[in-house]
């Protein structure tokens, strides 16, 4: 297994290093500067990657999306003194995301997570089929902001419009069943790489913003719950 640790933060990186090690992991690349990481994530593949998120030249949410678009199956750990960044960061693709001074036993658990996630195999739903009027769409599951039941069929908002597939949310539900998808109403799914922001409403619920669209959702109080703790065992 190969891991890389990015910290412009010498004793944080250090720290990172030495609790790395004590797990047994043979290959550790360290380094303070985002852009020689980057460099070396194009000419090796990492498995694991820990990222501190505020560091000069390049920020660890963008150092993350260019280590992704090159290699997706990358476990992202983002590391922070701050919990501010966790939504932008689980939208930026980590997996983790633990909060300084890190512990031992939080890196026992990300290398837990790093064998169940290896041991996952993907989604086999790449794309679903819909219709709206005589159009008929072939919609790639990224592209989804949500998916609302709608009696025997689900309404898919994409960005350009909403598009009805003939399955029931439930289908779907277990169909998309991935680290990106999470049904927190049991008439909505959204997917979380979507989520622009979250906002605590009436009730104890959850309403959800969406980068690039106008609507909102609402979840359920006990969906809003689910979702808290979602977020909160995923952030390590």
Request: hydrophobic fraction near 40%; proline fraction near 3%.
């Amino acid at each position: 297994m190969r891991v890389m640790a990015v910290d412009d933060e010498e004793l944080a990186l250090k720290r990172l290093e030495r609790l790395i090690g004590e797990i047994g992991i043979g290959s550790i690349d360290t380094f303070s500067d985002p852009l020689e990481a980057l460099q070396s994530a194009t000419q090796y593949r990492y498995d694991v990657v820990f990222l501190d998120i505020s560091m000069p030249s390049m920020n660890g949410l963008e150092l993350a999306n260019r280590i992704l678009e090159r290699e997706p199956s990358t476990f992202i750990v983002f590391a922070s003194a701050y919990d501010e960044y966790a939504l932008e960061a689980f939208a930026s693709g980590g997996m983790g995301y633990l909060l300084k001074p890190i512990e031992f036993k939080e890196i026992q658990k990300v290398f837990e997570k790093v064998a169940n996630f290896q041991n996952t195999p993907p989604p086999t739903t790449k794309r679903l089929l819909g219709k709206r009027y005589n159009k008929i769409y072939l919609i790639d599951i990224e592209d989804i902001f949500y998916i609302k039941a709608d009696l025997d069929e689900v309404i898919i908002r994409i960005k350009e419009t909403d598009v009805y597939v003939k399955k029931k949310i439930g289908e779907l539900d277990s169909l998309l069943k991935t680290s990106t998808f999470f049904r927190l109403h049991r008439s909505y799914i959204v997917n979380i790489n979507k989520i622009k922001a979250m906002e605590s409403v009436e009730q104890s619920k959850l309403q959800i913003s969406f980068n690039g669209i106008d609507d909102t959702v609402t979840s359920s109080k006990e969906g809003a719950k689910e979702f808290r703790d979602y977020l909160e065992r995923n952030s390590l």
